[in-house]
């Protein structure tokens, strides 16, 4: 397993833009798909996006797609979730994941940070 650490959050105005950073320790990071995933107070974590391990493949839900960007750097061992025109309704704490492929379902990754929280004022 690795440990995984988050930063980036904070609190914007509707419409900005924040990065999210999620810090991974252990070996072979370029193996681990990572996905990023968020949970609002009183419902379910959902999946946000995920990036295999070269970077080449990455996956969005529909609700984020076109605002948010995930990407890696397999050097500094960290995956980004660039999060832009934000609206209300993308508050939430927000969690970074590691596991064996890249996929939607939290029941794929075995690692998980302890998260950081994105609050979007209207």
């Given at each position: 397993q690795v440990q995984l650490v988050e930063s980036g959050g904070g609190l914007v105005q509707a419409g900005n833009s924040l990065r999210l950073s999620c810090?991974?320790?252990?070996r072979a990071f370029s193996s681990y798909a990572m996905g990023w995933f968020r949970q609002a107070p009183g419902k379910e974590r959902d999946f946000v996006a995920t990036i295999n391990g070269s970077g080449g493949y990455r996956y969005y839900a529909?609700?984020?797609k076109g605002r948010f960007t995930i990407s890696r750097d397999n050097v500094k061992n960290?995956?980004?979730?660039?999060?832009?025109s934000l609206k209300p309704e993308d508050t939430?704490?927000?969690?970074?994941a590691a596991g064996v492929r890249a996929s939607n379902s939290p029941s794929t990754y075995d690692s998980w940070g302890q998260g950081t929280q994105v609050t979007v004022s209207s």
């Open positions: 810090a991974a320790s252990g529909d609700s984020v960290t995956v980004y979730l660039q999060v832009s939430a704490v927000y969690y970074c």
